[in-house]
């Protein structure tokens, strides 16, 4: 079926020409008359240039939210009581296909939502609907900035496009421990090829957003990385199996390539046997895929929601810091490694002797000795590695320093994560050293 299911009581069909838009209408009307579904003819548009349903307009181009719909929410304030809070959620929730990382931005809101449902007296009826419109709401500053973030999507809202099953499709997944899911399926104008597309020649499909559950928290990165492409999938199965060239996914995690393209996941030990990765590796062997790795600071969370989401996280777990003391405190066992001098100074000495890093230390040098008559230095601009007592670190977008290995050094590396560690298999060999190298 072409086009898109839009839901239990809508159905959208996108053609190129008359001719085809017959051959798909005949198509979507033998389902429904199999189905015993019936059409409300006042509902009903054939052959219209554009068309209102469900308080979206569809035309030619694609979808987009109808313009009354918009102005009404810019409008709202802050919702005054939990009746008013659920009823906000589920107008703005109808629209999430349209807002980049909704479940995201409006986590607090649902957190205090839920927190209030916890107290009510009566799970349903009379009782509920009474408690929910009497319990008034106090925003934090958390809720509000959830709030106005919110509302500031729908100043500039997101057209969507159709989705052409003749076009090459994109998936770009996104995932963190710390927020989540974050996925955007796309056409490119053009359809160029390649890995890289200026954000103009976009034309968004729809996003999918979704938070971690207790289970998925626990996951190591590349299960989490696995699982994120394994939920994208089945959201986004009538696409992909519909189309006629492999959906191109984009993933930050090098080692999701390898899983996807391995032919076995099978060890003759049962201990390092990931019967999740199996799983995954047999699932996603079933849709037509070209996977490919694309480094992680192309995937950029925004500043402000990236702050919006730590505050709800501190606010969550009781750390804020404009608390004066922890309502917890916990104790962990800490093991401190340090190089040795002998190790630290094979460093610098293969540093030297690489024409690559020796180049870096370089520019890094000169950027330093630039800076030594400055009041406030600034790191060097568009180069994320960090000279440090010698040593060359790559700095992560969210702060985090990677000790850089030089090429005659990664051997020994590997023998360490793998050899020394009781061959524990490339998978954990793979994330252990990631982690810090």
């Known amino acids: 079926m072409a086009g898109k299911r839009r839901g239990p009581t809508q159905a959208d069909v996108f053609s190129r020409n008359l001719a085809e838009h017959a051959a798909h209408l005949r198509v979507l009307l033998e389902l429904f008359q199999n189905a015993r579904i019936s059409l409300k003819g006042t509902k009903s548009f054939i052959g219209y240039p554009s068309a209102t349903l469900l308080e979206q307009r569809v035309d030619r181009f694609g979808y987009s939210t109808a313009e009354e719909k918009i102005a009404a929410l810019r409008n709202l304030k802050f919702p005054a009581t939990l009746d008013a809070l659920e009823i906000y959620l589920g107008m703005t929730g109808w629209l999430r296909q349209f807002v980049a990382y909704y479940a995201q931005i409006v986590e607090p809101l649902q957190h205090r939502k839920t927190e ?42 997101t057209f969507l496009t159709f989705f052409d099953r003749q076009r090459q499709l994109y998936i770009d997944i996104d995932r963190s421990k710390q927020w989540g899911f974050g996925i955007m399926v796309y056409h490119v104008k053009g359809d160029p090829g390649g890995n890289d597309f200026p954000w103009k020649s976009i034309q968004p499909v729809m996003f999918l957003s979704k938070l971690l559950n207790d289970a998925e928290r626990n996951y190591w990165p590349t299960e989490l990385e696995v699982a994120a492409l394994v939920w994208t999938l089945r959201k986004t199965r009538h696409l992909v199996e519909s189309c006629t060239k492999p959906a191109i996914v984009f993933t930050d995690h090098s080692a999701t390539t390898s899983i996807v393209k391995q032919t076995t996941l099978s060890s003759s030990s049962t201990d390092k046997v990931n019967l999740r990765l199996v799983r995954t590796s047999h699932y996603v062997s079933t849709f037509d895929l070209d996977i490919r790795f694309r480094p992680g600071k192309q995937h950029i969370v925004p500043d402000a929601l990236s702050r919006l989401m730590n505050k709800a996280a501190e606010e969550r777990l009781g750390t804020s810091s404009d608390k004066g003391t922890l309502d917890e405190v916990f104790a962990f066992y800490v093991s401190l490694v340090e190089l040795t001098e002998s190790y630290r100074a094979k460093l610098v000495k293969a540093y030297n002797e690489d024409k690559h890093w020796s180049k870096i230390i370089g520019a890094l040098r000169k950027h330093a000795e630039s800076q030594k008559k400055e009041k406030e230095p600034e790191p060097p601009k568009n180069i994320q590695f960090r000279l440090i007592e010698g040593l060359v670190y790559y700095q992560e977008l969210d702060g985090r320093r990677r000790l850089c290995i030089p090429k005659s050094l990664e051997k020994k590396v590997f023998e360490l994560a793998h050899d020394d560690n009781h061959h524990c298999g490339f998978h954990r060999a793979y994330d252990a050293v990631t982690s810090n190298l």
């Open 116 to 157: 209030l449902l916890r107290l009510c007296p009566s799970k349903g009826g009379q009782g509920r609907k009474m408690y929910t419109r009497k319990t008034t709401l106090t925003p934090t500053e958390t809720e509000k900035e959830a709030f106005e973030f919110l509302q500031k999507s729908f100043d500039e809202p």
